[in-house]
């Protein structure tokens, strides 16, 4: 097979719809559009969620009411019960982390919690540390650094 012998399947390619261009085009006088009406009119409809002035649903139903903090950051959490498995005097930086497999990527912050026991001293960065956190690392000998 070559390309010259190739065609598109049958009634795959029919010429487009062309509207508002006379009545000899099958489309003409409403254009599709019905008589008269909002919808009828140039630049006419309503938007999304408009239900002609009746208490919109989504204002209805308390679940949906409130509002998304766009500037909320997102943490990678990584709880100590995760870092207890790196061997005494590890250097656990982010890029440890991502090659590890305890994270996917460097996109999101990394913070520390405090969830599990540490008993060997590790050098620990991240960009924030839950207040237990620091206090376990630093009673077992480890040492933590905050990076921006």
């Known amino acids: ?3 010259h012998n190739l065609s598109s ?9 062309r509207i508002g261009r006379g009545d000899g ?3 003409g ?12 009119r140039s630049g006419g409809g309503v ?29 990678e959490v990584i709880n100590l019960s995760t870092l207890a498995k ?11 982390l991502v090659r590890e497999g305890i994270i996917k990527n460097l996109k999101n912050p990394i913070k520390i919690l405090g969830q599990g026991e540490l ?5 620990v960065e991240a960009n924030r540390f839950s207040r237990s956190a620091r206090n376990q690392i630093e009673a077992v000998g480890g040492s933590v650094r905050e990076i921006k």
Not at 9 to 17: A, G, I, W
Not at 62 to 71: D, E, Y
Not at 119 to 123: D, F, S, V, Y
């Open 9 to 17: 399947p049958k009634r795959s390619d029919r010429n487009r719809k």
């Open 86 to 96: 790196f061997p005494a005097h590890t250097e656990v930086t982010p890029a440890l």
């Open 119 to 123: 008993e060997q001293p590790l050098m």
């Open 1 to 3: 097979m070559q390309q």
């Open 25 to 27: 085009s099958g489309h």
């Open 29 to 40: 006088s409403f254009s599709g559009r019905g008589m008269k009406g909002q919808k009828s």
């Open 47 to 75: 938007r999304p969620g408009f239900e002609g002035g009746q208490l919109p649903l989504a204002k209805a139903l308390p679940m949906m009411r409130g509002f998304t903090n766009i500037f909320r950051k997102e943490y």
